[in-house]
Nanobody, 116 residues
Framework: QVQLRESGGGAVQPGGSRRLSCEAS????????MSWYRQAPGKERELVGT????????NYLDSVKGRFTISRDNAKKMVYLQMNSLKPEDTAVYSC?????????WGQGTQVSVSS
């Protein structure tokens, strides 16, 4: 069982940067693959990227490759999403997800708004 809480969202100008954090509580955090998802108004939720338990294998949505970076710190039970060169189309609610043998767990989400 794990509980997740995202933070770091807010308003940012195009071309700017933002770092989202996902803080986990509970046991066996290091056994979960961690993902970031996002959902824009009126659109389906999409997978932004996933980081494995070791943090050595990472995959990203094509539209964010080269701009977004996922990292994790198992000792701190934290997962991060570093977002650079932000575009208006990145505007969405970003959610953290943990996946393991116990199932899937979600945070409440944090809003990121990119506009001039």
């Amino acid at each position: 069982q794990v509980q997740l809480r995202e933070s770091g969202g807010g308003a940012v100008q195009p071309g700017g940067s933002r770092r989202l954090s996902c803080e986990a509580s509970g046991s066996s955090f290091g056994s979960y693959a961690m993902s970031w998802y996002r959902q824009a108004p009126g659109k389906e939720r999409e997978l932004v990227g996933t980081i494995t338990t070791s943090g050595t294998s990472i995959n990203y949505l094509d539209s964010v490759k080269g701009r977004f970076t996922i990292s994790r710190d198992n000792a701190k039970k934290m997962v991060y999403l570093q977002m650079n060169s932000l575009k208006p189309e990145d505007t969405a609610v970003y959610s953290c997800n943990a996946r393991g043998m116990a199932g899937n767990f979600w945070g409440q989400g944090t809003q990121v708004s990119v506009s001039s």
